[in-house]
């Protein structure tokens, strides 16, 4: 996992993104409120987190770093948070209690959806291969507007292919 994430903060320091961490443990405001995540929004349910008292839980998302990046530095912003993150689901082979997350933001004038896209699909050649089909999907998250999912294309061993989803994405909502 420490190799994987390595790779990636090195993919993206390689396209002018700098690394930076978070707290674990957060409050309501920085990990919903501030993410334009309603008190009434299913997200943050008690059985969906893992809350530490009323108002402090560990955090659901590296989102929550994002937040304390905007409000401790004026744009132009191009950062990328790796962490882990908390979410109480049942341990399968796709879900764990614990996983580690990577967000990226680049907050700056003139900056487009289709920037986004191509940092994406330069970050999807460089780890997975030149050959990589990406495609980007509508998708709708409280924080982002416009909002997409990213899927790739996967080769399976017997010949077919299938997508599978790599990563959300979106402009920052100007909320």
């Not at 700098?18 to 334009?36: I, K, Q, S």
């Not at 893992?50 to 905007?70: A, C, G, K, N, P």
């Not at 780890?127 to 080769?155: I, N, Q, W």
Request: negative net charge; aromatic residues 10%.
């Amino acid at each position: 996992l420490t190799q994987t994430v390595n790779e990636i903060c090195d993919i993206f320091g390689r396209m002018g993104f700098t690394v930076v961490y978070g707290p674990e443990v957060e409050d309501e405001r920085h990990n919903f409120d501030a993410l334009n995540i309603p008190p009434e929004h299913p997200a943050r349910d008690e059985l969906d987190n893992f809350y530490i008292d009323e108002h402090t839980m560990l955090r659901s998302q590296t989102s929550t770093v994002q937040i304390r990046i905007m409000e401790s530095r004026r744009p132009p912003v191009r950062i990328i948070a790796p962490g882990r993150v908390y979410r109480p689901d049942t341990v399968d082979a796709t879900h764990s209690f614990m996983f580690h997350q990577v967000e990226g933001l680049y907050v700056d004038e003139g900056v487009t959806m289709a920037d986004l896209k191509t940092c994406l699909d330069q970050f999807s050649r460089a780890y997975f291969g030149p050959e990589v089909a990406t495609r980007f999907r509508p998708s709708f998250f409280p924080f982002t507007e416009p909002s997409a999912e990213v899927d790739l294309l996967f080769h399976n061993p017997d010949g077919g292919t299938r997508w599978i989803e790599l990563c959300g994405c979106g402009m920052v909502d100007p909320n």
